[in-house]
Structure formats: C-alpha cells, structure tokens
C-alpha cells in the first residue's frame, strides 16, 4: 500500500539556523499539507498546498516558514530561522481530490524536529 | 475559524468493556468528520470517518454517531482489547480536501 514518506526522522538544529524536512506524497494526490504536533498537544494544521501554490494556511505559518515542490515527487517545508518553540514532530499529509468530496488525508511517519 | 473539543482527555477501561469519546465543533459549515488513532511514536492514521448526510457508521468494533444539530460527534469502541491503547483524535473539515481541525485527543488505556 503506497504510503507518504518523510525525512528525516529526527532533525536536531541549533536556533537561528534553517532547516529543511522533505516529504514524498503518494504519487498521485494533488493535496498537500503540513502539520506539526507540539509534545503530548494536537495535530495543529501549518499549510495545504494545490496546484503548486499555497491553498490555505494557518496563523503559525509566519514569514520563517515557507514550502515548496521542487520536482514531481518531494514536497519540502522550510523554517528559516529556527526557533525553540518550533520544537514539535512535523507530519507531512496528502489527499487524492478525485470525483469525491470525501477524501482521507493520509499522513507520514513525522519528523521530530528538536531546537536546542 | 472550526473548534473542536475533545473529551476525555484520558479514559481508562479494562479488556472487553466498551469507550466512547465524545467531540463537539463550532463551525455548522463543517461536514466530514474523520477519526484518527495514533500509537506512541507513530503517525495518524484513519480508523473511521463520517460525512454530514449519515447519522451513524459503523465498522465491526468501531462505531461513530453524528448529531449535526447539536453539533456533536462521538467514537463508540465495543469490546476493546489491550491493542486499541493509544490516542485518538477527532478532527472536523468542511470538505475531504480542506485542513483538518483536531480535537485536543483521547489517551485510552485497555487493561488486560
């Protein structure tokens, strides 16, 4: 069963530094979001992205944050300058749009990203 | 913007009885409602989900009820096992490809 893949599994950064978390979305869904997940709190939504622009996004995707799908397969999620309190697991998700409205958002395996 | 509230925050049963998580949702515009469960260290991942024109779905030991007046939907568990410990979400969305709204999430611990 195709799955989204994301790398890597754990980023350790130092604060003020950038860092990249690379998603690959099943190679079909034209949908893509990020979510971050603080310790022990809930999925909050960061951005979807359709028809490579930015669809929606939430009150935390500031300036520091961007995304990008740089080729047909990887779908990437930039923080330009890292933070402390950026300090959470990171989901990737995707959705195939297709003739439903109803669609499950399949999400990755995360990557922890850890600001120190 | 959609608010959902979860609750409880944690529910602890022993082996064979059954759970329920209850959420409630702010936004009448909102109609698809996916539940998520997401063991420790893992990703979440769907387990069952309902859209606004169905009052109740159900597969095998799960079970989801919808009041779309009251604005409340709930996750039935029956005959729970060791297996279904872990947290589970509940997330509301206007449609299958919109952002999801999740709720704060259930920790349920099954004891053997």
């Known amino acids: 069963e195709p799955e989204v893949t994301q790398t890597p599994s754990h980023q350790v950064t130092q604060m003020g530094q950038e860092v990249i978390l690379r998603c690959v979305p099943i190679s079909n869904h034209l949908y893509f979001y990020w979510y971050r997940q603080i310790l022990g709190q809930k999925v909050e939504f960061l951005v979807s992205?359709?028809?490579?622009?930015?669809?929606?996004k939430s009150e935390i995707f500031d300036d520091q944050f961007s995304v990008e799908r740089p080729d047909g397969s990887n779908f990437t999620l930039k923080i330009r300058s890292t933070k402390l309190e950026d300090s959470a697991m990171y989901f990737c998700a995707s959705t195939f749009t297709g003739t439903s409205s109803y669609n499950e958002q399949f999400f990755g395996p995360g990557t922890r990203l850890t600001v120190l | 913007g959609e608010n959902v509230e979860q609750h409880p925050s944690t529910l602890s049963v022993q082996e064979g009885d059954s759970a329920v998580i209850k959420c409630t949702y702010s936004d009448s515009a909102s109609n698809y409602f996916p539940w998520y469960k997401q063991e420790l260290g893992k990703r979440p991942q769907l387990i069952i989900d309902?859209?606004?024109?169905?009052g109740e779905k159900k597969d095998q030991r799960i079970a989801v009820t919808l009041n779309k007046t009251a604005k409340h939907f709930s996750l039935h568990i029956t005959e729970t096992q060791p297996e279904d410990s872990a947290v589970y979400f509940c997330a509301a969305t206007k449609s299958g490809y919109s952002t999801l709204t999740f709720g704060k999430g259930t920790m349920l611990l099954v004891s053997p």
């Open positions: 309902i859209r606004s024109n169905v």
């Open positions: 992205f359709y028809n490579n622009e930015i669809s929606e």
